[in-house]
């Protein structure tokens, strides 16, 4: 497999490195979305691409104790338990663009029916590859329910994937590797867990991570169409302390160049997205989210 982009493009700038190369490339995937209440709200294309292309020297984002981080967003109620969330009815959780490298058969490559996906550690490569992703441990524990009633969705399969330490990406970018995706199916209770680390940060998007819901494990590995696409979000307290560490290489100074308020997918709303999170740099953390679908 080769790769269609520059190899050393990430160290350049974000346009080719954001998902879809920032607001230009994203915006077909926005309009007719959530995204097209800001043009209907009068904002001129020239006005919007200016403020998501911008850098905002800010903090902006939220940390593990800000207003939204600890909720799984403002419809429902919500607590927070040993698993991380409590399942609850409220809005689904938005639907957001799958970015340039999902892996998942619609642009190309497609990992989900590779010898070994379905596994709960995605660290290390699968299949004919092999190799393992160096970084700070993360848990990441997810609960997928039906949005309009709460309960749990069994069988619900999640397909997630994020960018290595230096914000690479398996597959498109290190073409010899595919880990940091894998495919995982929900428990009775609606939750499943992934074994990864913490992604870094790259130039012109927040830290995240991608994730597609399917309605079973079958579908997911046969490559049937998702019935949700969306990301994570990760606090920024948390993502500062990680970036201190050498291997994380310019996400210290990516992250300072950011905001929530002004990343081009988060930027209309992020708190059903903000995971809780828990841990520290030196032994590794755990992110909680609540998925309604």
């Not at 920032?22 to 995937?29: E, H, K, T, V």
């Not at 905002?56 to 940390?63: I, L, N, Q, T």
């Not at 894998?182 to 130039?203: E, H, K, M, N």
């Not at 050498?246 to 997918?265: A, C, P």
Request: some cysteine; charged content about 15%.
């Amino acid at each position: 497999m080769t790769s269609t982009l520059d190899p050393d493009h990430h160290a350049a700038d974000h346009d080719q490195h954001d998902d879809f190369g920032g607001l230009q490339r994203d915006l077909p995937a926005f309009v007719g979305r959530r995204r097209a209440l800001q043009f209907l709200g009068g904002a001129s294309l020239v006005g919007l691409l200016a403020a998501c292309s911008s850098s905002s020297d800010s903090a902006g984002g939220s940390s593990s104790t800000a207003a939204g981080t600890g909720t799984e967003g403002t419809s429902g109620t919500t607590a927070a338990t040993s698993g991380g969330t409590t399942a609850s009815a409220g809005a689904e959780i938005p639907d957001e663009t799958q970015g340039p490298y999902p892996a998942d058969g619609s642009n190309g490559p497609n990992v989900l029916g590779t010898d070994g996906i379905v596994r709960a550690d995605i660290t290390s490569s699968v299949g004919d590859l092999s190799g393992t992703a160096d970084g700070v441990p993360l848990t990441v524990q997810l609960t997928v329910v039906d949005h309009s009633t709460g309960s749990p969705v069994s069988g619900a399969t999640v397909y997630a994937w994020h960018c290595t330490a230096d914000g690479q990406y398996s597959v498109y970018e290190i073409t010899d590797q595919n880990y940091l995706r894998g495919v995982q199916a929900a428990d009775s209770s609606g939750r499943l867990t992934f074994t990864t680390i913490f992604p870094g940060c790259y130039a012109g998007r927040w830290p995240h991570i991608h994730f597609e819901v399917y309605s079973s494990l079958e579908e997911a590995t046969a490559g049937t169409a998702s019935i949700k696409t969306s990301q994570l979000a990760l606090p920024e307290s948390d993502c500062a302390a990680v970036y201190a560490d050498s291997r994380y290489g310019n996400s210290s100074s990516s992250l300072g160049r950011l905001s929530l308020d002004t990343d081009n997918v988060f930027r209309d709303g992020w708190t059903d997205q903000l995971a809780t999170v828990s841990g520290s740099a030196a032994d590794g953390y755990t992110a909680s989210l609540l998925i309604r679908v």
